[in-house]
């Protein structure tokens, strides 16, 4: 009978024994994990971060195109029109000589 008992008691221990090493595999793999996993998060936000930097300066050079030629168009038009003006000038100065003197 005392055998049996004996045998029970390292039966319950290994028993304890099994689940405290279970226990500190879930742990372990749970830290494993939680860190496979915050690596990916952390690359992830790299990714998404270097993904944005160069979305915001292909907008940003594009709109500094779009300014350049939206200037450069403003400044042809404004020679024409300083032309346009001079000429327009010109004619007006002429005209106020010739009523005044004539």
């Given amino acids: ?3 049996i008992i004996n045998e029970v008691i390292k039966i319950d221990e290994k ?4 689940k ?5 595999k879930i742990e372990e ?4 994990l939680n ?3 915050d690596d990916m998060e952390h690359k992830e936000i790299e990714r998404a971060e270097k993904e944005a930097s160069k979305k915001y300066n292909r907008i940003i050079n594009e709109g500094e195109e779009r300014v350049k030629g939206i200037l ?9 029109l300083d032309r346009i003006f001079s ?5 007006i100065v ?9």
């Avoid at 793999?29 to 494993?32: A, C, F, L, S, W």
């Avoid at 000429?87 to 004619?91: A, G, L």
């Avoid at 002429?94 to 004539?102: C, R, S, T, Y």
Wanted: glycine letters at 0%; a negative charge.
């Fill in 29 to 32: 793999n749970r830290e494993k």
């Fill in 20 to 24: 405290e090493n279970l226990e500190t």
């Fill in 87 to 91: 000429i327009n000038r010109e004619k």
């Fill in 15 to 18: 028993a304890k024994e099994v």
């Fill in 72 to 80: 450069e168009v403003n400044k042809e038009k404004h020679n024409i």
């Fill in 35 to 37: 860190k496979k996993l």
């Fill in 1 to 3: 009978m005392e055998h």
């Fill in 94 to 102: 002429d005209n106020v000589f010739n009523e005044l003197f004539n």
